[in-house]
């Protein structure tokens, strides 16, 4: 499955990394170098490498923090914006395969677990020291 997406978006341009991180920053909310790396979960020199392809790609400006010189706010472009309709139409029908048998019963009790499992990781109230 990895492949196939891995495939899709190169025919358009694109990485996984930078489709993650599209994926983010069209959410109705600014994002700063140092979040959008925290939230890719990766290390700010990798998050700044990635920005500065996607700046190049023309798909995200780098706009300046007034109150603070060392920050960037990033905003996608209109170049961007086709993308992230084939991401979402991507997503859309990998997660049609990935369900493909399954009913929503079923499906409705995976994500009520997985939810606990991950909420219970969060909290370090699954035993973990």
């Not at 997406?5 to 489709?19: I, N, Q, V």
């Not at 979040?35 to 190049?56: F, H, K, T, W, Y």
């Not at 914006?81 to 399954?102: F, H, Y």
Request: glycine share 6%; no cysteine.
């Amino acid at each position: 499955m990895q492949t196939y997406f891995d495939a899709k978006l190169k025919a358009e341009g694109l990485t996984m990394a930078r489709a993650r991180a599209l994926h983010f920053l069209v959410q109705p909310r600014t994002w700063t170098q140092a979040e959008l790396a925290d939230e890719l979960d990766i290390e700010r020199p990798s998050a700044v490498r990635l920005i500065d392809g996607m700046e190049a790609a023309g798909l995200v400006k780098r706009v300046p923090v007034p109150w603070d010189r060392r920050a960037n706010h990033l905003e996608l472009t209109n170049q961007a914006k086709p993308l992230l309709e084939i991401i979402d139409q991507l997503a859309q029908a990998g997660q049609t395969v990935l369900l493909e048998g399954i009913d929503d019963h079923d499906l409705e009790i995976t994500l009520t677990v997985l939810s606990k499992i991950a909420k219970n990781a969060a909290s370090n109230t699954g035993g973990l020291t």
